[in-house]
C-alpha cells in the first residue's frame, strides 16, 4: 500500500486523520484537569482552620500549613472553636433578639457536620422562614458547600468571598436570588484576618450604603497583641497560602473595624463555652485571641432593640485562674490592657 500521507482508517472505519479542532477538545480537558488538581492540592484558610477544628476535609498541603502555625500559636485549636461559638452566639441574637431572617455568612469554610450547626441550621431552629447565604471564593469549599448545605430552598451559596468587595458579594446572583433586598440582612464575617486592608477600611460604610435598612454586621478577627509574633504568623500564612492571605490585627486595629457604628454587643474577647477536649493541652498561655461584635449598620425607624439579658458574671474583669471559660461577649474590650489581663490571668 503506498502512503499517502492521510492515515487511513482503523477496523471501525473512523478516520483518524488529525485535525486542530480534534486536539484542541483534549486539550482543554488536560488544562481543566491540571487546574482542579492544582486546587485540590493547595492550602488554604479553610483547610488550616479544618484541621484545627479536628474536621476531615482538608488536604495534606492545609494540614501541613496548620503544623507551622501551630508552632507559634500553640493555641489555635481553641482560637478555632471560640470563631465557631461566636458565629453560633451572634445568630442567635441577630435572629432571635433582633428579628433578622436574612445572613450571609462570608468565607464560611467547610460546611460543619453533627454535632456542630452550620449558621442556616442555628437560624431556621429559632425560625424556619430564614434565609442564609454562604459566600465563599474557595472553589474547593463551594464545591462542598453545594453538596452538603442546599437542601433547602432557603438556603444558597455562592462563589465569591469578601476580599472581592461587599457590592460584589451583594450582586452575586445567589444573594439576589435568595434574599430580599427590601428585607434587613445580617451580615457574618468570621474569616476578617484573611480579607485585603483595602476592603475592611471601606467595610462598614460600603454596608451602610448597600445594605437595606435594619442591616446588621457580626464581626469577629483573631487578634495577636505581639506585633512581632503577628509578623511571623504573616510570614508562615502568606507562604502557605500563595500570598491569599491579609495580616493578623491587633485589638487596637480590630476595634477600628467597628469605628462609627452602634453596637448592639461591645467589642469583647470571646471564649467559647465548651471546648472539644482531646489529648492536645497548648503549652503556656494563650498567645491569640478571638475579638467579636454585633454591630448596627443601618437602623430602620426606632433603633431595634435586644431582649434585655442578665450581664455575664465577670464581665469588665478578668477571669480568675481555674474559674473557667468565658461566655461569648462577656468581656467589654474597653481597654487595649484587656486582653494583655486576659493573658496574664489565664
Known amino acids: 500500500m503506498t502512503r499517502t500521507g492521510r492515515t487511513t482508517a482503523p477496523a471501525t472505519g473512523w478516520p483518524t486523520g488529525s485535525s486542530t479542532a480534534a486536539q ?5 480537558e488536560d488544562t481543566e484537569r491540571e487546574r482542579i488538581l492544582a486546587l485540590l492540592d493547595r492550602a488554604s484558610y479553610a483547610g488550616i482552620r479544618d484541621v484545627l477544628a479536628g474536621g476531615h476535609d482538608a488536604n495534606l498541603s492545609s494540614c501541613t500549613a496548620a503544623g507551622r502555625l501551630l508552632g507559634l500559636l500553640p493555641d489555635m485549636p481553641y ?16 435572629v432571635r433578639d433582633l428579628g433578622v431572617r436574612q445572613i450571609i455568612h462570608t468565607d464560611h469554610g467547610f460546611p460543619h457536620y453533627a454535632p456542630r450547626r452550620n449558621v442556616h441550621e442555628i437560624a431556621q431552629t429559632i425560625d424556619p422562614a430564614c434565609r442564609t447565604v454562604y459566600a465563599d471564593a474557595d472553589p474547593v469549599v463551594h464545591a462542598h458547600a453545594r453538596c452538603v448545605l442546599t437542601g433547602s430552598d432557603r438556603v444558597a451559596v455562592a462563589d465569591i468571598g469578601l476580599a ?14 435568595r434574599l430580599d433586598p427590601a428585607r434587613p440582612v445580617a451580615v457574618l464575617c468570621t474569616a476578617v484576618e484573611a480579607v485585603p486592608d483595602t476592603v475592611t477600611s471601606a467595610l462598614t460604610a460600603d454596608l451602610a450604603r448597600l445594605l437595606p435598612a435594619g442591616g446588621y ?3 469577629c478577627q483573631l487578634t495577636v497583641e505581639d506585633t512581632h509574633l503577628a509578623r511571623q504568623v504573616d510570614e508562615v500564612m502568606a507562604t502557605a497560602l500563595d500570598g491569599r492571605w491579609d495580616r493578623l490585627r491587633t485589638p487596637a ?11 448592639v454587643e ?16 497548648p503549652a503556656g498561655p494563650p498567645r491569640a485571641a478571638v475579638l467579636g461584635a454585633i454591630a448596627r449598620i443601618t437602623p430602620s425607624g426606632p433603633s431595634p432593640t435586644a431582649s434585655p439579658r ?3 458574671a465577670g464581665a469588665g474583669a478578668p477571669t480568675p485562674a481555674g474559674a473557667g471559660p468565658m461566655p461569648c461577649g462577656a468581656w467589654p474590650f474597653s481597654d487595649l490592657t484587656s486582653f494583655r489581663r486576659m493573658r496574664e490571668a489565664r
Open 164 to 177: 472581592s468587595g461587599v457590592h460584589r458579594v451583594l450582586e452575586h446572583p445567589a444573594v439576589a436570588a
Open 79 to 94: 482560637r478555632v472553636q471560640d470563631a465557631l461559638a461566636f458565629a453560633e452566639h451572634a445568630v442567635t441574637v441577630l
Open 310 to 312: 442578665a450581664a455575664p
Open 253 to 263: 486595629q480590630t476595634a477600628g473595624l467597628l469605628r462609627d457604628l452602634p453596637l
Open 217 to 219: 454586621l457580626a464581626v
Open 266 to 281: 461591645p467589642l469583647g474577647v470571646v471564649e467559647a463555652p465548651h471546648y472539644i477536649r482531646s489529648s492536645y493541652r
Open 24 to 28: 484542541a477538545e483534549p486539550d482543554r
